[in-house]
Every structure is written in C-alpha cells, then in structure tokens.
C-alpha cells in the first residue's frame, strides 16, 4: 500500500504479510480435497446438490465450521467455493451457517468479491444480486461494506461489479434518494485516512506514474471521482476535483466518454464540476 506525503508523492510502501490468510486457504483446499474424495466414494457428481449434501447440519464439517474462531475459515471458503465449483456461493450451499454467523455471513460474501477470480460469478449474478437486493442493500452496515469493496475493484475491467454496474445503479435515484446514502451517509462515514475512498483519492492527485493505465480502467476510476463530487463535504469534492485533473490532463479523449456517462444525471453539481475539470 502506498502512503503519501501531504504534497501527494509517495513516502513509502506499507507490506503486510497476513500468514494466517495462507492456512485459511490451505485448510479451505484441503476441505475442497475432502469433498471430492467424498463424491469418488459416493460415486457422485460434483454439483450443487453433492456439495449442499456435503455442507448439510450434523456433518463434521458442518460442526467444524460454527465454530467461532473458524469465521476466517468461512471467508475463505467464500471466495473458493465459487472458484472451484463453477459460480456456487458458500451462501447457496450452506444457507443454514447463517443460524450461527447471521450477518457475518453476507460480510464473507461481500469480502469475497474482492479476492475472487474476476471471472469466479454466474454471468448473470442472479444468486449475488438476489442477495444484495433483498439483504445487503437494506442494512446500513452491509450496505457500506458492499459500497467499500466496489471502491476496491473499481478499475477492474473483466470483473463483473465494477463502477460501471455502480455508476448505473447511482444513476437510478433521485438526488434526495441518492444524497440521503450515498452523499451524506456512506462518503462522509467513509471517508478516514488511508480507507478505501481515501485512497482513491491519494493515488488520483499523487505524481504515480498512470501510463500504464488502460483508458478503460482510467475511465472508471473518473467516474468513480466523479460521483464523490455529489458530497457535502468541500475538501473531498476539492479532492475530487484535482484528482480528475491530473488523470485527465494527458488523457484528453476520456473527457467526451465521462461527460457522456453523466448526460442524464440528476445533479447539477457534478455536471458543473466535470465542465470545470474540462476547461
């Protein structure tokens, strides 16, 4: 992670080395290699309904699992259960683990989005967004987790929740709707030293070297910049604003596609600040 001087270059690289991850992914296998020897012996086919099976209460995996001190454990299942087992949650499968973690089971699915393969999700999303939309988005602590991870993937190109899907969703709201989470509630709850907005808005306005970035990754990390434009909070939409400058400044032909994905929005304000940044 970089950390920056207050005149945005870079100070020093920040390394972590969180060895427990590592077990928690070796254990994670090793459960994996326990349900294929499972379906040999069985003589069943790897597929929902084995794995579900293999998952169900009274199992000892299942006993192992509600174990508190095994959340990590969850989490990491999270992320490879749909990379091994062609898109199926840890959520589809084993539902029931939510009587024992309750939400900390929608905070291993929506960690789980960052660490994943990017090509790890149903090409519809259609188990993801049914969660998100009947569970996520209705608890504001869920809810700020989630916005928090799309920050973090936000310029992935190949993976399927990044700002693009975010930008349409905001696009939706009318801006009261909008302003009462997004603007007022999750930019200025969010918005602490060397945290996920922060960041974004560090490396924007920072001296980094950026021509290494594809127009489309730079493009979404504009839109992103742009929809915290809509806060309350001066210093960040200065921020901002400085930092779709300096992005911008050598990537001239990336003005018409942001101002185009901002030709039907319903805040004035973040169309004054993008004609400010063009001129």
């Not at 390394?15 to 349900?35: A, C, E, G, M």
């Not at 006993?63 to 091994?84: D, F, H, R, T, V």
């Not at 960052?114 to 869920?142: G, H, Q």
């Amino acid at each position: 992670t970089p950390i920056y001087w207050e005149s945005s270059k870079i100070e020093w690289y920040e390394y972590k080395f969180p060895f427990q991850k590592f077990s928690d992914f070796l254990l994670t296998r090793y459960i994996f290699k326990k349900y294929t020897d499972y379906c040999k012996e069985n003589n069943l086919k790897k597929n929902k309904e084995s794995l579900t099976h293999f998952f169900s209460k009274d199992t000892d995996i299942w006993k192992y699992l509600i174990k508190s001190w095994n959340y990590w454990i969850i989490e990491a299942l999270s992320i490879e259960c749909p990379e091994q087992m062609n898109w199926l949650e840890l959520l589809e499968v084993a539902p029931h683990l939510i009587e024992n973690y309750h939400e900390y089971m929608y905070n291993a699915l929506i960690e789980s989005f960052i660490w994943r393969l990017p090509n790890a999700f149903d090409s519809r999303l259609l188990f993801v967004k049914k969660v998100i939309n009947k569970v996520i988005i209705n608890n504001e602590y869920l809810r700020s987790d989630l916005l928090n991870a799309f920050i973090t993937i936000w310029p992935i190109i190949e993976h399927p929740l990044n700002w693009n899907r975010l930008h349409d969703f905001l696009l939706k709201f009318t801006m009261a709707e909008r302003d009462s989470w997004w603007s007022s509630n999750f930019i200025r709850n969010n918005y602490w030293e060397n945290w996920a907005l922060d960041r974004i808005l560090q490396w924007a306005w920072s001296d980094h070297k950026k021509d290494h970035i594809s127009n489309d990754s730079l493009l979404l990390s504009c839109i992103i910049l742009s929809w915290l434009l809509t806060t309350p909070n001066r210093f960040v939409r200065d921020r901002a604003t400085k930092g779709l400058v300096s992005l911008l400044k050598d990537r001239i032909d990336l003005i018409i596609p942001l101002l185009e994905k901002f030709k039907n929005v319903n805040d004035i304000y973040i169309l004054e600040r993008l004609y400010w940044v063009t001129y």
